[in-house]
């Protein structure tokens, strides 16, 4: 898929056009009026694939700081409803966390070659995704994308989650959203 960067080459962390991780939401949305839908429609192959992404415009992003323990990473998960959180440092984002981050092997590995003896110890900047390794999509390239691709991406890597990134005037760089495995087979009827 044209745009697809599961290395991606950005080396500094991204922000909006602010320095902030928080961007006002537009009051003249068309998609605000819709209702929220309870379940998750079907879609086919062939529709567009930013109909699954998290859109950081409409949605405020959920994100947690470096220095918060993982426990509180995965209650803040739980609370809102999602399985990853962008991971940031003085409002700036500088990684991912995923559940299964958490819940996985990662804890178990930090604790076996660092100094820490306690799983409560552990921050989130421990395990996390340093961004220079979380795999984004470019929002423009997403936008000319169908389903099929996301499928075809997801399929060939064993991410749970892609982060969509803008690129703006300047060389400037911001987080527009979110894309997760789950949600496009949820979306899809099946597997990916």
């Keep these: 898929m044209p745009g697809v960067n599961p290395d991606s080459e950005i080396t500094r962390p991204v922000a909006y056009f602010d320095g902030s991780i928080s961007r006002p939401v537009r009051d003249h949305s068309p998609r605000k009026s819709q209702p929220s839908e309870a379940v998750e429609a079907r879609l086919e192959l062939t529709d567009p694939a930013i109909r699954v992404v998290t859109d950081f415009v409409w949605e405020p992003p959920a994100t947690v700081r470096e220095q918060s323990s993982i426990d509180d990473a995965l209650r803040e998960m739980i609370r809102a409803g ?6 940031v440092h003085d409002d700036m984002v500088t990684g991912l966390i995923t559940s299964y981050d958490i819940q996985g092997e990662r804890p ?11 799983h409560d110890e552990i921050e989130v900047r421990h395990i996390m995704t340093p961004w220079e390794r979380v795999p984004t999509l470019d929002w423009q390239a997403l936008g000319r994308a169908r389903l099929s691709d996301l499928a075809a991406f997801f399929r060939s890597t064993q991410v749970t989650h892609v982060v969509v990134v803008e690129f703006a005037g300047a060389g400037e760089t911001f987080v527009r959203g979110l894309v997760s495995r789950a949600r496009l087979a949820r979306h899809l009827g099946h597997s990916i």
């Excluded at 999602?82 to 991971?87: D, G, I």
């Design 82 to 87: 999602v399985r990853a959180l962008l991971t």
């Design 108 to 118: 178990l590995q930090f604790l076996a070659v660092s100094g820490y003896h306690r």
